[in-house]
C-alpha cells in the first residue's frame, strides 16, 4: 500500500458537516438513555439537563475555537497552543481514548439495536455471536474510511436526515399518546435517587453529548469552515438538547402501550424501570417506541434498523476522529511521523485508520470480558475521556483569549466581561468559565462513581504520558515544555489553506495594530 504526505483534501459541506457532528452525537441517546435512567433512576431528566447546560458551554467553545483555528486536531490543537505541548498531548490522548471508545460502544449499541430483530446477537443470551458482529462492524469501518472521508460524509448525511426525522416522530407520538405529567411528578418522587446514584447518572449522561468535536476535527477537510462551523455547531447543540431532554422526560412519564414485565420479585415496574437493565440498556429508544400506542407497531420494525444504522456511523465517527486527531498530534510532534502517512491515491490518514481501528479491537475484548457488564465498561471510560479533554479545553479557550487577542474569531461566545490590560483590552469569555467548572464537576463524578473508569482512564494517561517522553527525548524536544513556533506564521498559513481570505487580512491589521500599540 503506497503513502505519501499529502494534504487532506476538502470535501465536507455544510450538511455533511453538520452530518458529521449528528452521527456522533445524535447516535448518543440511543445509547445513554438506558445508561442513565439504570443510574439515576427518577431524576434521570435533572442529570440529562446538568450535562446538557454543560454541553451548550462545550458546543459554544468548540464554534469558536474550530472557527478560528480550522484545523483537524480540534480540541487537541487548541490546548497545545493556548496551554503547551505537554497538556496538548493530554487532551488529544483523552480524545484518542474517546474515539477508541467510540468505535466500540457504538458498534456494540448497534447490534444492541439489532437483536431486538435478531435475538441470536444479543450480548447477554449469545456473547459470542455477539463479538463476531461488532468485531466485523469495525474492520468494515476501517476500510471505509481509508476508501475516503467523502463516501464517509454521504453516508452519514443520508442516515443522520433519516434519524431526524424519526426522533422527532417517535417524540410527537409518544407525547401524544403516552405522555402522564402525574406519572412524571410520580417518578421523580417516589424514585428520587441517592446523591451517589445522581452523581453517577450526570457522570454518564455527559455521554449523551460527546462528539460535538467531530466538526472541528473536520474542519480542515470543510469549505469555507469560518462560515459552516458556527451554523452547523448551533444547530447542533439545539437539535441534540431538545432530543435529550425531551426522551428523558418522556421515559420517565410514559403510560405503557403494553404491560410493563414484573421485576424478579414480581413487582410492578414502571416503564422506564426497565430501560436500565442489562438486557434493555443497549436498546432504550426501541422500547420507548414499540410502547407508544397505533405508533408502536410500526416503530418496532423499523426503529431498530435505523437506530443501529445510526450507531453504526457515530462508530464511523470514531474512526475518522481518532484518526485526524493522531494526524494532528504527528503534524505537531506529539506522536511519531508514522501517523500522518497519507494514502497516495485515497488522500487518507491510512496508518492512524489502521492504529486505533486495531485498539478498538483491543478493547472490545476487554468489554467482552466483562460479561454483562461490557457496556457499562465501556461508557465509564468513554465519560473520562470526554470529561478530561473537555476540562482541558475551556482551559484553552481562556488562556488563547489572553495569548491571541488579535486572532479573528468568526464566532464569539456570548457574555463576555472586559478586561483592560496596557497592551489591549481582552474579553474574558464567562460561559467558558461556568463551562470549566461544570465539566470538571463531572470529571471529579466520574472518578467517584465509576471504579472501572478511575483505574483504566488514569492509566491510559499515565502510559501516554510514558510514550510522549520517550519519544520526545528520543526526538531531543522538550518534554515539560514546548517546541518553538511562530504562532502568526501557522495562523496566516491555516486561513489561507482554508480558503479564508477576508480573516487573514483581519489577522494583518490586528497584527499591526498590535505592534504599533503603545505599552
Known amino acids: 500500500m503506497s503513502v505519501a504526505s499529502h494534504s487532506l483534501r476538502r470535501a465536507v459541506s455544510p450538511w455533511g458537516s453538520y452530518s458529521w457532528g449528528y452521527a456522533d452525537v445524535g447516535a448518543d441517546i440511543f445509547v445513554a438513555l438506558g445508561l442513565v435512567v439504570g443510574a439515576a433512576a427518577g431524576a434521570a431528566n435533572v442529570a440529562f439537563l446538568f450535562a446538557g447546560i454543560v454541553y ?64 441470536f446477537v444479543s450480548a447477554t443470551q449469545h456473547p ?11 474492520v468494515a469501518l476501517a476500510a471505509l474510511n481509508i476508501r475516503g472521508v467523502r463516501e464517509s460524509t454521504a453516508f452519514n448525511g443520508i442516515v443522520s436526515a433519516l434519524d431526524v ?32 446514584m445522581l452523581m ?15 466538526i472541528s476535527q473536520a474542519a480542515e477537510e470543510t469549505h469555507r469552515p469560518s462560515a459552516i462551523i458556527p451554523r452547523t455547531s448551533v444547530g447542533l447543540i439545539l437539535t441534540i438538547l431538545i432530543f435529550a431532554l425531551a426522551y428523558s422526560n418522556l421515559a420517565l412519564g410514559m403510560n ?23 438486557e434493555n440498556n443497549d436498546k432504550a429508544v426501541v422500547i420507548i417506541a414499540r410502547n407508544i400506542p397505533y405508533f408502536g407497531a410500526l416503530a418496532a420494525l423499523y426503529v431498530p434498523i435505523l437506530g443501529a444504522i445510526l450507531l453504526l456511523i457515530s462508530s464511523n465517527s470514531g474512526v475518522f476522529g481518532a484518526s485526524r486527531i493522531a494526524y494532528s498530534m504527528s503534524q505537531s510532534h506529539l506522536l511519531p511521523s508514522i501517523f500522518r ?26 468489554a467482552a470480558l466483562q460479561g454483562d457488564n461490557g457496556f457499562n465498561f465501556l461508557a465509564d471510560l468513554y465519560a473520562f475521556g470526554a470529561a478530561l479533554s473537555y476540562t482541558l479545553v475551556f482551559a484553552a479557550l481562556i488562556a488563547l483569549r489572553f495569548k491571541e487577542p488579535d486572532v479573528p474569531r468568526p464566532f464569539r461566545i456570548p457574555v463576555n466581561l472586559r478586561i483592560k490590560r496596557p497592551n489591549g483590552d481582552v474579553l474574558f469569555p464567562v460561559i467558558g468559565a461556568i463551562g470549566f467548572c461544570g465539566i470538571f464537576l463531572i470529571l ?44 502568526y506564521a501557522e495562523q496566516r498559513t491555516i486561513l489561507i489553506k482554508a480558503g479564508e481570505l477576508e480573516l487573514l487580512d483581519e489577522l494583518t491589521e490586528n497584527r499591526l495594530r498590535a505592534e504599533t500599540r503603545v505599552p
Open 444 to 487: 471529579v463524578f466520574v472518578i467517584l462513581t465509576h471504579p472501572l473508569g478511575r483505574i483504566a482512564g488514569p492509566t491510559w494517561v499515565i502510559l501516554g504520558l510514558f510514550a510522549y517522553a520517550a519519544y520526545r527525548k528520543r526526538k531531543e524536544l522538550p518534554i515539560f515544555g514546548s517546541s518553538k513556533r511562530d504562532w
Open 165 to 196: 426525522v424519526s426522533e422527532t416522530t417517535i417524540l410527537f407520538f409518544g407525547f401524544l399518546f403516552t405522555f402522564n405529567p402525574d406519572i412524571l411528578v410520580h417518578s421523580m418522587q417516589v424514585f428520587w435517587p441517592t446523591p451517589f
Open 256 to 278: 405503557p402501550w403494553h404491560a410493563v414485565p414484573a421485576d424478579a420479585h414480581g413487582h410492578a415496574q414502571m416503564l422506564w424501570q426497565t430501560l436500565g437493565t442489562p
Open 56 to 119: 451548550v458551554c462545550v458546543g459554544l467553545a468548540y464554534t469558536e475555537l474550530a472557527s478560528a483555528y480550522p484545523v483537524a486536531g480540534g480540541g487537541q490543537y487548541f490546548v497545545m497552543r493556548g496551554l503547551g505541548d505537554l497538556l496538548g498531548f493530554v487532551a488529544g490522548w483523552a480524545v484518542l481514548l474517546d474515539f477508541t471508545i467510540d468505535i466500540v460502544l457504538f458498534a456494540w449499541g448497534c447490534v444492541g439495536y439489532l437483536s431486538y430483530l435478531m435475538p
Open 200 to 214: 453517577q447518572g450526570v457522570s454518564l449522561a455527559i455521554i449523551s453529548f460527546v462528539g460535538l468535536e467531530s
Open 128 to 138: 459470542m455471536y455477539h463479538f463476531i458482529f461488532v468485531f466485523a462492524l469495525i
Open 341 to 366: 502517512k497519507i494514502h497516495r491515491r485515497y488522500n487518507t490518514p491510512v496508518v492512524s485508520i489502521a492504529t486505533f481501528s486495531g485498539l478498538s479491537i483491543g478493547v472490545l475484548c476487554l
